[in-house]
């Protein structure tokens, strides 16, 4: 079946280091992919997506690109902030079909 | 401009209790959505609805049901509460049917059944 698999967490990161967040899916056809984020107490959010094989999404620096050959669409960011820290979940979604199908979620912590 | 907004925020029932939990969507969005956030793990699909009717459902038991008013609004009812029913239940909503996928999510109703 359709699925999505990200690197499990907690991640913990220091100001200004490198992220990536690894995912991976397992789909027929061409979904689309998102990453959304939740911060401590508000709802989960869009951070970014891509429709199509070797789009890339970006938002508030971080960045994906869609690798249709590898079925990913890990996480990157050049330098994080400790504002970043967060749950973050990739994502799939068939045009045909009505659900976004998540993965479990990984917590990033960020430092001072 | 008020995001998606739902009721109760927190709320504890015992098992075999009913609970209904609501949900008004971003003013103009059509479409309402419901998951269900197990401790730990990522939203589950349960239900989509637009214009009224149902779009889609996800793989829930017969216990939970929705419905979507004149107005957009939502609620979500759930039958016969089980313990592993504990969970935060988002409502998220969208402009139009066809799901693109860039959903709105409210903050959620946390569910602890006992």
Redesign the interface.
């Known amino acids: 079946g359709n699925s999505?698999t990200q690197m499990e967490g907690p991640v913990t990161l220091s100001e200004e280091a490198f992220l990536t967040i690894n995912c991976t899916y397992t789909a027929t056809g061409y979904p689309?992919l998102?990453w959304y984020v939740q911060y401590p107490?508000?709802?989960?959010?869009?951070l970014l997506?891509a429709t199509k094989a070797d789009d890339k999404g970006s938002n508030k620096g971080f960045e994906a690109t869609y690798r249709k050959e590898t079925t990913s669409f890990h996480l990157e960011k050049g330098s994080v902030q400790v504002s970043d820290s967060a749950v973050y979940?990739c994502?799939l979604?068939y045009?045909s079909?009505?659900?976004?199908?998540?993965?479990?979620?990984t917590r990033l912590s960020i430092r001072p | 401009d008020a995001g998606v907004t739902q009721s109760p925020t927190h709320l504890i029932k015992t098992r075999g209790q009913h609970v209904t939990l609501r949900c008004s969507p971003i003013s103009g969005h059509k479409s309402v959505s419901w998951y269900q956030q197990v401790l730990g793990q990522g939203p589950q699909f349960i239900f989509q609805y637009y214009e009224k009717e149902e779009r889609g459902r996800g793989n829930f038991p017969d216990r939970f049901s929705a419905r979507q008013f004149p107005n957009y609004s939502s609620e979500l009812n759930v039958n016969a509460l089980l313990l592993g029913d504990s969970a935060l239940y988002l409502c998220a909503s969208s402009f139009s049917s066809g799901n693109t996928g860039e959903l709105f999510f409210g903050e959620g109703s946390r569910l602890t059944v006992l």
Not at chain 1, 41 to 46: A, K, P, V
Not at chain 1, 97 to 105: D, H, L, R, V
């Open positions: 999505v689309s998102f107490g508000e709802g989960l959010q869009l997506k979940f994502a979604l045009s079909a009505s659900k976004i199908i998540f993965g479990s979620g």
